[in-house]
């Protein structure tokens, strides 16, 4: 079974500081790991994803993650946040050996609120 | 621009109700998915299906059907609308994978259903 977890069900920072959303994550095999934003009233874009190589992801809108698999996790991160980062952040994973189907797996989601 | 499709943006049902979600991508995506969205629960997947005629359950499958006769389209469907189905739903679509770096893991959601069993 694989499964996520989002242990901050929200995240405060000011404009303009460093933000970190954590996420872990438990599969049985290698995994694929995901960023998805969900901005108010909106479905879910892409931001990111881990497939395999450098540990270090960059994606939309300036945020990154970083793989770190002793730790089982991929917290996402930006070096200066914005008011308009204020949104629903999910992560997600899928066992590699799961086989051809997507079945993705969603944490819980935390809410970011960056603070003018 | 790509797009899915999700007929209604809210929805008020009463319980016994037979109701069809409706979902349609313009993508030529094989994959297309059913996710509802509850607090605290974040995203559980109900029924997917990777080709026409297809499906499989999720993982909360119960109290839920689906039909995908088309392509582009995917419905879900609540066979006797229940108060423990109110909740937001969405739809989400993707192309067949790849290999490797290749491998193409991105969904692509729609604005999502929200739907009210009184």
């Known amino acids: 079974a694989q499964s996520v977890a989002q242990p901050e069900d929200q995240v405060n920072v000011a404009e303009g500081n460093p933000l970190t959303v954590k996420c872990t994550y438990s599969?049985?095999?290698?995994?694929?790991l995901f960023w998805y934003v969900q901005y108010p009233n909106r479905g879910l874009q892409f931001l990111l994803k881990?497939?395999?190589?450098?540990?270090l992801v960059k994606g939309s809108y300036g945020f990154e993650a970083e793989f770190n698999k002793s730790q089982t996790s991929f917290h996402l991160k930006k070096p200066s946040a914005l008011v308009s980062d204020s949104a629903l952040y999910f992560c997600a994973v899928r066992d590699r050996n799961s086989g051809g189907y997507q079945k993705v797996t969603f944490g819980t989601g935390t809410k970011l609120q960056v603070i003018p | 621009d790509v797009k899915v499709t999700q007929s209604s943006r809210y929805l008020v049902k009463r319980t016994g109700e037979k109701v069809f979600l409706e979902c349609v991508q313009d993508m030529d995506h094989e994959n297309m998915f059913w996710y509802r969205q509850d607090p605290g629960l974040g995203l559980r997947l109900i029924y997917f299906s990777y080709d026409v005629k297809m499906k499989e359950k999720g993982d909360i499958p119960e109290g839920y059907s689906v039909s995908r006769e088309k392509k582009e389209r995917f419905s879900l469907i609540l066979e006797s609308a229940s108060t423990n189905q109110t909740s937001m739903y969405l739809c989400?679509?993707?192309?067949?994978?790849?290999?490797?770096?290749?491998?193409?893991?991105?969904?692509?959601f729609g604005s999502g259903t929200q739907l009210s069993v009184l």
């Open positions: 599969v049985s095999g290698n995994p694929y």
């Open positions: 881990y497939i395999t190589g450098d540990n």
């Open positions: 989400a679509s993707s192309s067949r994978l790849g290999t490797g770096q290749a491998t193409n893991e991105k969904l692509f």
